[in-house]
């Protein structure tokens, strides 16, 4: 059986945060040194048992603080976790195929495919418009959570210390990124209640919310019950080795948003007389309301109690009576449908299962709310986004499938009369100047379902980011780390 306490906490649990930083590294020529080091930070990892634990104190820390009538501070607390790349495994001499072919190409390498701008570089390769961090090699990134930027930042270097000491460098450091949740807690820079729709996990969260499916715990952990090819009908286990075994693939990426942009584009495309707010109409490009309600539910009006409790804001699955024809409650392009499309696929019109397509979502939002001037302009003017990762245990089943196949395929969810169009959010044409073609998509409109709405290029901009393996303690220990 799984031993919680043997995977890092990040992993199934999530690391507790107001604040996280992704300290992206590459190891010295030293490789010996840096293992020696990498064997003193494993006592710093937060295992899953203790990110439980702190998960409970700050519970019991809020409920507390309500009884008592006193403003609730988020406890102090500090976590740490590592993730290692394809090239950083090459680097420590690890030579184990770990049965990834995104992971072993690199998300460099992927990015045509995923639908990133860019353009051939001297050589004909093509290269993403990311920022320059990300377009050498990075070999892997330390975690950094905590409750404040303090703690955060006292804690990394704690973690540079150990790699680091006196004038022996064994890790350098290509770049952090800051993550901080917003002020409005829980929701990103769109405004949106995030993290809602998480698959549970089998014989791990035993008490699954209304509406959440369990996944074998192979579509998260690498090696267990479920880590299958998803496009093999057989079912064909992935070859893994053995260090593979409860560790798990992290998509990271770095992404964009243009917050003013998209605010005014609903503004500008809503048509409140006939009944399409603003508001309605980003609720239908997102398939929930900001609040988290979600449309399929609540298809006319927001219901902000529904949005924040987790008794009903999961608690549907795209099957009401026309669902599967009409976007009468949601549109089949909006972002939570494209990339769960719950029974457009599993129901009997189609029968395909989705389990090996779920991702475990753990991004934090970054950079600074929008300023007046920002609102005024409708133009960015500081960059913020989110920081979006994902942990899975096959990137090809899952990641680089949802966003190349569903996302960005306008066929999909298949559909007898009409082409759904792009995932309005994170959709990417890659047909066009430069890796960027338009955009559109069908159904916004609910008294015009069949109208077509253009949509900007890009309100999602990506601009780096790396597929990391997050291997278990032990194998951190006896295979890792010296
Ligand atoms: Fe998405 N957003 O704020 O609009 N996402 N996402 N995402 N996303 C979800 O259900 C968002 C991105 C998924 O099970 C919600 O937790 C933004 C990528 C999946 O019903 C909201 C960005 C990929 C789900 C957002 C972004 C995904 C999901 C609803 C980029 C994968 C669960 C809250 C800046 C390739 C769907 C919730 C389900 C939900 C937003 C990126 C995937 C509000 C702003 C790159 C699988």
Redesign the pocket.
């Known amino acids: 059986p799984l031993d919680p306490a043997n995977v890092q906490g990040d992993i199934l649990v999530g690391l507790p945060k107001k604040v996280q930083h992704y300290l992206f590294f590459q190891i010295d020529d030293d490789v010996a040194a840096f293992r020696k080091r990498l064997h003193l930070l494993i006592p710093f990892i937060t295992n899953t048992t203790q990110a439980q634990d702190d998960r409970a104190k700050i519970a019991a820390h809020k409920k507390a603080a309500v009884e008592q009538g006193k403003n609730y501070e988020f406890l102090q607390l500090s976590g740490v976790n590592i993730a290692f790349s394809q090239f950083g495994l090459t680097k420590l001499g690890i030579t184990d195929d770990m049965g990834d072919t995104a992971f072993t190409d690199g998300q460099q390498k992927d990015s045509k495919n995923l639908g990133d701008a860019g353009a051939p570089g001297a050589d004909g390769e093509f290269v993403p418009n990311w920022i320059d961090a990300f377009k050498g090699q990075i070999h892997g990134v330390v975690l950094i959570s905590g409750n404040c930027d303090l703690t955060v930042t006292a804690t990394q270097a704690t973690v540079l210390s150990i790699f680091n000491v006196g004038a022996r460098i064994t890790l350098h450091e290509v770049i952090t990124l800051k993550g901080v949740v917003r002020p409005e807690r829980g929701h990103?820079h769109?405004g949106?209640?995030?993290?809602?729709?998480q698959p549970a996990v089998k014989d791990f969260d035993t008490k699954p919310n209304p509406g959440q499916e369990t996944v074998r715990q192979g579509v998260i952990l690498c090696g267990r019950e479920g880590d299958v090819d998803a496009n093999e009908e057989s079912e064909k286990p992935f070859n893994r080795p053995a260090c593979a075994l409860d560790g798990s693939f992290l998509a990271l990426?770095y992404?964009f948003?243009l917050v003013p942009e998209f605010n005014n584009f609903l503004k500008a495309s809503s048509d409140p007389t006939k009944g399409l707010t603003a508001d309605l109409l980003g609720a239908r490009l997102?398939?929930?309301w900001k609040s988290?309600a979600p449309v399929d539910v609540f298809p006319l009006a927001d219901n902000p109690a529904a949005g924040e409790d987790v008794l009903q804001n999961n608690n549907f699955r795209y099957d009401f009576p026309n669902d599967f024809e009409t976007q009468d409650r949601c549109p089949f392009a909006a972002?939570?449908r494209k990339?769960?499309p719950r029974n457009d696929l599993e129901g009997p019109k189609i029968g395909v299962p989705t389990e090996n397509r779920r991702?475990i979502?753990r991004g934090i939002p970054f950079g600074p709310e929008v300023t007046p001037e920002e609102a005024t302009s409708g133009k960015t003017l500081h960059g913020r986004?989110?920081i979006?990762a994902?942990y899975c245990g096959s990137i090809t089943n899952s990641?680089q499938f949802?966003?190349k196949s569903w996302?960005n395929k306008v066929e999909f969810p298949p559909k007898e009369h009409v082409n759904p169009g792009f995932d309005p959010?994170?959709g990417q044409n890659k047909d066009g100047p430069n890796g960027v073609g338009p955009r559109s998509m069908v159904g916004a409109n609910p008294s015009d379902q069949s109208a077509t709405l253009s949509l900007p290029v890009e309100w999602?901009v990506p601009k780096g980011g790396e597929y990391f393996f997050s291997p278990s303690i032990s194998v951190l220990r006896d295979t890792f780390a010296l």
Do not use: K, P, Y
């Open positions: 990103e769109f949106f209640r995030d993290g809602i729709s990426r992404l948003q997102v398939g929930r988290g972002h939570t990339t769960n991702i979502r986004g989110l979006f994902a990641f949802i966003q996302a959010i994170i999602v």
